[in-house]
């Protein structure tokens, strides 16, 4: 542990290098990232708009609140990890990475970071673009906008280990991109990526309550939205706290035991 910090410090340095050295990518990942929430902040102010001015009680300002919002939390939290595991274990570079004498996941965390560490001025500066074209409305007290700091990081540590976790399945299948579709499909119903949760019907809230989507994303964003109570609150961190140990200790469990069966099959 004595030596995680300078671990990670030459790590940041070598993964900042590369990412720089992959401006093309970074930019066509910027625009996706951009298109996506601007797609879904037309559609639902062009509804709010032929609906009398709102939907379910956001007009066309709280919707554009709530989608930079959510531009901004996706881009705090996203990973990339399950797409890149099955390229691992089918090429055998994963074998390089168990000689190593740290954990891989900390090279991951690190390129992650890195990632949203550089490219984090243009989305702060897409965010304020956003904000004088659509006039985004917020209501957050004092303390709702102190709680989304944390409930953001806790957000990114549930999102980061549920998803290397998941991105294990390939030490047992080598084809996960089915496994990656219908775990993403489900992310932007339940996550409120493509809609505010109180939009949606009932069951489909209650859904995502229980389990982990909402509190990757949708609930930072109600939180700066000004749409929950103290009480609310508390009870969302602790649920994000209870995701985030339940993940790691999965995690730890599917490791020990991927690692057991793991075979490098080649290209």
């Known amino acids: 542990m004595r030596s995680l910090p300078g671990l990670y410090a030459q790590q ?9 050295q992959y401006r093309a990518s970074l930019l066509i990942w910027l625009i996706s990232h951009l298109l996506e929430p601007l797609v879904y902040l037309s559609v639902w102010s062009a509804v709010s708009a032929g609906r009398g001015g709102s939907v379910g009680g956001y007009d066309a300002h709280e919707f ?61 500066a897409a965010a304020a673009v956003l904000a004088v074209l659509f006039r ?16 953001v990081l806790l957000a990114l540590a549930l999102r980061f280990l549920m998803e290397w976790t998941l991105a294990l ?3 047992w299948t080598t084809r996960v991109s089915a496994l990656n579709r219908v775990y993403f499909v489900a992310l932007l119903f339940l996550s409120g990526q493509m809609a505010p949760l109180s939009l949606l019907p009932p069951p489909i809230r209650l859904v995502a309550t229980v389990l982990p989507f909402r509190w990757t994303t949708s609930f930072p964003v109600e939180l700066l939205m000004g749409t929950l109570t103290p009480s609310d609150a508390l009870v969302g961190l602790a649920a994000q706290a ?20 793991f075979t490098a099959v080649g290209a």
């Open 242 to 261: 209870g995701w985030v140990l339940a993940c790691a200790v999965a995690l730890r469990l599917v490791w020990r035991a991927g690692v057991r069966v």
């Open 64 to 124: 554009a609140a709530y989608f930079i919002c959510l531009m901004l939390v996706n881009h705090v939290t996203y990973t990339w990890i399950m797409w890149e595991y099955e390229y691992r274990v089918r090429h055998g570079s994963l074998s390089f990475a168990l000689l190593r004498p740290v954990h891989p996941i900390h090279a991951d965390l690190a390129d992650n970071l890195s990632s949203k560490i550089i490219t984090l001025p243009l989305i702060l």
């Open 136 to 151: 985004p409305s917020f209501h957050a007290p004092a303390w709702a906008a102190a709680a989304f700091v944390p409930s």
């Open 169 to 171: 399945a390939a030490f």
């Open 12 to 20: 940041f340095r070598t993964s900042l290098a590369v990412m720089l």
